[in-house]
């Protein structure tokens, strides 16, 4: 995926869910939420350990079905392994992007997804692509 892509992506979403979200704030997931917000994205965390509670302000959610809006993004802070089952749940709730953090690599994942008309982005972070290219909001 091109620079012009990714921007393209992070220009056109607004709601994105966090999959992996974290309350511990020294993890990259809590960063990257935190982040986003500050950027004014609609971010939604998703936790099952967490569901009920809030993150920055954020009602936490079990999974990607029991978010009641419509989610443009799920960012996923998961292992690989992690990724397909998670891309099937984004296509079922009818998500735009499908965005795999650094080091979450699923070929499987990323091809079941585009099949459905997702755009993927795979091993990248928008939080490091927004600061490296000073993406203007």
Known sequence: MVDSDIYDILRSVKTIALVG?????????????KFLLEQGYDVIPVNPSM?????LGQQCYTSLKDIPVSIDMVDVFRQSSAALEI???????DAKVLW??????NEDAKELAEKAGLRVVMDRCPKKEIEAHGLPW
């Open 21 to 33: 979200a974290s309350s511990k704030d020294d993890r990259p997931s809590y960063k990257v939420m």
């Open 51 to 55: 569901s009920g509670q809030t993150l």
């Open 87 to 93: 891309a099937k749940e984004a296509i079922e709730i």
């Open 100 to 105: 795999l953090q650094i080091d979450v690599i």
